[in-house]
C-alpha cells in the first residue's frame, strides 16, 4: 500500500494531492481498520472529538471529587463524624465497583455511543437529586447511583475514544484525553472555591436549608448532564467496534465523515470501496430458542461472564494479574489520599502536621464549626489540582518514545516516596508543597495506566477488561476511604505508610507488564 505523506498526517492541514492511480486502486479495495483510519486522516475531526471525550472525562472527575471539597462544610449541616465522611466518599465507588463491569460489557455488545449516553445521564441526574437529600444516608444512596453511572463512562470513553485514533498518534491522543481529568479536577476545585464560601447563597425551603454546598453540588452534575446530551446529538458509533460487530456499511460511513473533516479541501470521496470485516463464530446466535427460561437465563449469566473468563486465560492471564494489582495499587493510594486533601489541609490550617493529633474529632457540628467557611481550604485544593499540569504535559511529550510501561512503573515510585515524606511534614506549607508534588507525578501513572489498559486488549474484550479493573479499583478506593476514615482521628500516620507501601509495590509490579508503544489495536 502507497504510504501517506508526512502533509496528511498534520492536524488541521487540508487533504493534499494523492497520485490518481494510487487512489483508484485504493477505492478499488477493501481497507482493514487500521488502513482505513490512516486513510480517514488526522485532523478536525479528531480535534472535536478530544474535546467532547474530554469535557464526558472531565465530567467523571468532577462528580467523583465534588464530595471531597464539600466535606469541610457539609459535615455540620448533615451531622457527619470522620468515619461517615469516610462512607460518603467511598459511597461513589462502590456505585462505580457495581457499574463498571456491567457498563464495559454492554458497551462490548451494544456499541459505545448508546452506553455513554445513558451512563452519563444516570451520573448526572442522580448527583443533581442528591443535591436535595436532607439526610446523610439519603445523601449516601444518591451518591452511590451517580457512581453507578461514573463506573461505565470512564472506562468506556478510553475505549471509544482510542478506536479513532490512528497507530503513531495513538499514545499521545490517550494521554491528552487523560489530562481532562485535571481540568475536571481544577473545574470542581474551582466552582468549590467560587460557590461554598458564598454563606449568603442560601435557601430556606422548609424540610431543607440549601446551602451553599448544595448549590456546588447542582453545578457538579452539569457537565455529565451535557456531556449525554452532546454524544446524543452528535457523536457517532466506534468504527471499530461497528466493523467487529460485522456492520460495514455504517462503519464506512463513520470513515466517510471523518474524511470529510479531516480533509475539507478534497474533491474525492474517502478512497475505499468497503471493509474488511472479520468473520465470526457467534455461538449466541445459533444458540436454540426453545430453550427454557432457566437455562436461557443460564446461556446469558454465561455469556456475560465470559468476557471475564477470557481476560484470565493463555497471553492475556499474566497481564490481566499485573494490571488488577496495579490498578488495585493506585487506587487505594490516590483515592485514599486524594478524597481526603481538603479535610487534611483543613486540619493543617492552625500550623503543624496534618496528622497532628488535637483531642478526639468525632464530632459534630456541636463541638466543631464549619462556619465561617475557610476560604485557604479551597485555594490549596485549586493549587493542587492545578498541578497535575506538569505531568499531563510530560505524558502527552513522551507516551509515544518512552512509552506507556517505563512512565507508569517510575512514576509510582516517586509517587511513593512523595507520600512517605508527606507523613513527615510539620508545616502547612510543607503539606501543600508535597501535596502538589504528588499530584504531578500520579497522574503520569494514570495517565500510562490508561494508555496500556486500551493498547493491551482486543476490541471485542477492552470495554470489559477495563471495566473488570475499574471495578477493583472501586473496591480498593472504598477500602482506602474507609480506613482513612477509621484512622485520621487516631493515627493517620498508619493510613499513609500503606498508600507509600503500595505504590512503590506498584512501581515495581509494572515491570512486568509487556511494552506496547505504537503498537496496533486488535
Given at each position: 500500500m502507497?504510504r501517506?505523506?508526512?502533509e496528511?498526517?498534520?492536524?488541521l492541514i487540508?487533504?493534499?494531492?494523492?497520485d490518481e492511480?494510487?487512489?483508484?486502486?485504493?477505492?478499488?479495495k477493501?481497507?482493514s481498520?487500521?488502513?482505513?483510519?490512516?486513510k480517514?486522516?488526522?485532523?478536525l475531526?479528531?480535534?472535536?472529538?478530544?474535546?467532547?471525550c474530554?469535557?464526558?472525562?472531565a465530567?467523571?472527575a468532577?462528580?467523583?471529587?465534588?464530595?471531597?471539597?464539600?466535606l469541610?462544610?457539609?459535615?455540620?449541616?448533615?451531622?457527619?463524624?470522620?468515619a461517615?465522611?469516610?462512607?460518603?466518599?467511598?459511597?461513589?465507588?462502590?456505585?462505580?465497583?457495581?457499574?463498571?463491569?456491567?457498563w464495559?460489557?454492554?458497551?462490548?455488545r451494544?456499541?459505545?455511543?448508546s452506553?455513554?449516553?445513558?451512563?452519563?445521564a444516570v451520573n448526572?441526574?442522580?448527583?443533581?437529586?442528591?443535591?436535595?437529600?436532607?439526610s446523610?444516608?439519603?445523601?449516601?444512596l444518591?451518591?452511590?447511583?451517580s457512581?453507578?453511572?461514573?463506573?461505565?463512562?470512564?472506562?468506556?470513553?478510553?475505549?471509544y475514544?482510542?478506536e479513532?485514533?490512528?497507530?503513531l498518534?495513538?499514545?499521545?491522543?490517550?494521554?491528552?484525553?487523560a489530562?481532562?481529568?485535571?481540568?475536571?479536577n481544577i473545574?470542581a476545585?474551582?466552582?468549590?472555591w467560587?460557590?461554598i464560601?458564598?454563606?449568603?447563597?442560601i435557601?430556606?425551603?422548609?424540610?431543607?436549608?440549601?446551602?451553599?454546598?448544595?448549590?456546588?453540588?447542582v453545578?457538579c452534575?452539569?457537565?455529565?448532564?451535557?456531556?449525554?446530551?452532546?454524544?446524543?446529538?452528535?457523536?457517532?458509533?466506534?468504527?471499530?467496534?461497528?466493523?467487529e460487530?460485522?456492520?460495514?456499511?455504517?462503519?464506512?460511513?463513520?470513515f466517510?465523515?471523518?474524511?470529510k473533516?479531516?480533509?475539507?479541501c478534497?474533491?474525492k470521496?474517502?478512497?475505499?470501496?468497503?471493509?474488511?470485516?472479520?468473520?465470526?463464530d457467534?455461538?449466541?446466535?445459533?444458540?436454540?430458542t426453545?430453550?427454557?427460561?432457566?437455562?436461557?437465563l443460564?446461556?446469558q449469566?454465561k455469556?456475560?461472564?465470559?468476557?471475564?473468563?477470557?481476560?484470565f486465560?493463555?497471553?492475556?492471564?499474566?497481564r490481566?494479574?499485573?494490571?488488577?494489582?496495579?490498578f488495585?495499587c493506585?487506587?487505594?493510594?490516590?483515592?485514599?489520599?486524594?478524597?481526603?486533601?481538603?479535610?487534611?489541609?483543613?486540619?493543617?490550617?492552625d500550623?503543624?502536621?496534618?496528622?497532628?493529633?488535637?483531642?478526639?474529632?468525632?464530632q459534630s457540628s456541636?463541638?466543631?464549626?464549619?462556619?465561617?467557611?475557610?476560604?485557604?481550604?479551597?485555594?490549596?485544593?485549586?493549587?493542587t489540582a492545578?498541578?497535575?499540569?506538569?505531568?499531563?504535559i510530560?505524558?502527552?511529550?513522551l507516551?509515544?518514545r518512552?512509552?506507556?510501561k517505563?512512565?507508569?512503573?517510575?512514576?509510582?515510585?516517586v509517587?511513593?516516596?512523595?507520600?512517605?515524606?508527606?507523613?513527615?511534614?510539620?508545616?502547612?506549607?510543607q503539606?501543600?508543597?508535597?501535596?502538589?508534588?504528588?499530584?504531578?507525578?500520579?497522574?503520569?501513572?494514570?495517565?500510562?495506566?490508561?494508555?496500556?489498559?486500551?493498547?493491551?486488549?482486543?476490541?471485542?474484550l477492552?470495554?470489559s477488561?477495563?471495566?473488570?479493573?475499574?471495578?477493583v479499583?472501586?473496591?480498593?478506593?472504598?477500602?482506602?476511604?474507609?480506613v482513612?476514615?477509621?484512622?485520621v482521628?487516631?493515627?493517620c500516620?498508619?493510613?499513609?505508610?500503606?498508600?507509600?507501601?503500595l505504590?512503590?509495590?506498584?512501581?515495581?509490579?509494572?515491570?512486568?507488564l509487556?511494552?506496547t508503544k505504537?503498537t496496533?489495536?486488535?
Open positions: 502507497p501517506r505523506s508526512q496528511d498526517t498534520e492536524p487540508p487533504f493534499t494531492h494523492i492511480d494510487d487512489d483508484q486502486a485504493s477505492s478499488r477493501k481497507l481498520y487500521e488502513e482505513a483510519v490512516e480517514a486522516g488526522f485532523g475531526f479528531h480535534w472535536l472529538l478530544l474535546a467532547v474530554g469535557w464526558a472525562n465530567s467523571d468532577v462528580e467523583i471529587l465534588c464530595v471531597s471539597f464539600l469541610p462544610t457539609a459535615r455540620c449541616d448533615l451531622l457527619l463524624t470522620s461517615d465522611m469516610g462512607l460518603l466518599t467511598a459511597s461513589i465507588f462502590l456505585g462505580m465497583m457495581v457499574g463498571g463491569y456491567v464495559g460489557y454492554l458497551a462490548d451494544r456499541g459505545r455511543r452506553v455513554l449516553v445513558v451512563s452519563l448526572g441526574t442522580f448527583g443533581a437529586v442528591a443535591s436535595l437529600a436532607p446523610f444516608w439519603l445523601f449516601l444518591l451518591r452511590f447511583f457512581g453507578v453511572g461514573v463506573g461505565g463512562s470512564i472506562p468506556v470513553i478510553f475505549s475514544f482510542s479513532f485514533q490512528p497507530r498518534r495513538r499514545g499521545a491522543m490517550i494521554s491528552a484525553l489530562t481532562f481529568w485535571m481540568a475536571g473545574l476545585a474551582g466552582v468549590a467560587l460557590v464560601p458564598r454563606t449568603y447563597l435557601a430556606h425551603w422548609g424540610w431543607l436549608d440549601f446551602q451553599s454546598w448544595r448549590l456546588f453540588v453545578l452534575s452539569v457537565p455529565s448532564l451535557s456531556s449525554a446530551l452532546v454524544f446524543r446529538l452528535l457523536m457517532p458509533e466506534s468504527p471499530k467496534f461497528l466493523m460487530a460485522g456492520r460495514e456499511t455504517e462503519a464506512l460511513l463513520v466517510q465523515k471523518m474524511f473533516l479531516n480533509n475539507r478534497a474533491t470521496p474517502f478512497p475505499a470501496a468497503g471493509l474488511m470485516i472479520r468473520s465470526k457467534d455461538g449466541v446466535k445459533n444458540r436454540p426453545s430453550s427454557s427460561r432457566c437455562q436461557r443460564s446461556q449469566l455469556q456475560a461472564l465470559d468476557p471475564m473468563n477470557q481476560l486465560v493463555g497471553p492475556l492471564a499474566s490481566s494479574v499485573v494490571l488488577l494489582f496495579l488495585f493506585i487506587s487505594f493510594g490516590y483515592y485514599g489520599l486524594w478524597m481526603w486533601f481538603p479535610e487534611l489541609f483543613k486540619r493543617a490550617e500550623g503543624g502536621s496534618p496528622c497532628a493529633k488535637r483531642g478526639s474529632r468525632v456541636e463541638n466543631e464549626s464549619c462556619y465561617p467557611v475557610q476560604t485557604a481550604v479551597y485555594m490549596e485544593g485549586f493549587v492545578a498541578s497535575n499540569l506538569p505531568g499531563n510530560f505524558t502527552i511529550l507516551m509515544d518512552i512509552g506507556g517505563i512512565l507508569l512503573s517510575v512514576s509510582l515510585l509517587s511513593s516516596l512523595s507520600v512517605f515524606v508527606i507523613y513527615m511534614v510539620e508545616t502547612k506549607t503539606s501543600l508543597i508535597v501535596s502538589c508534588v504528588f499530584s504531578g507525578v500520579s497522574v503520569v501513572s494514570w495517565n500510562a495506566l490508561d494508555v496500556l489498559g486500551t493498547e493491551l486488549y482486543p476490541t471485542q477492552r470495554s477488561a477495563l471495566g473488570v479493573f475499574t471495578g479499583g472501586r473496591v480498593a478506593a472504598i477500602m482506602g476511604n474507609v482513612f476514615g477509621q484512622l482521628d487516631s493515627n500516620a498508619v493510613p499513609l505508610l500503606m498508600v507509600s507501601a505504590l512503590l509495590a506498584g512501581g515495581l509490579a509494572a515491570l512486568r509487556p511494552q505504537q496496533e489495536l486488535t
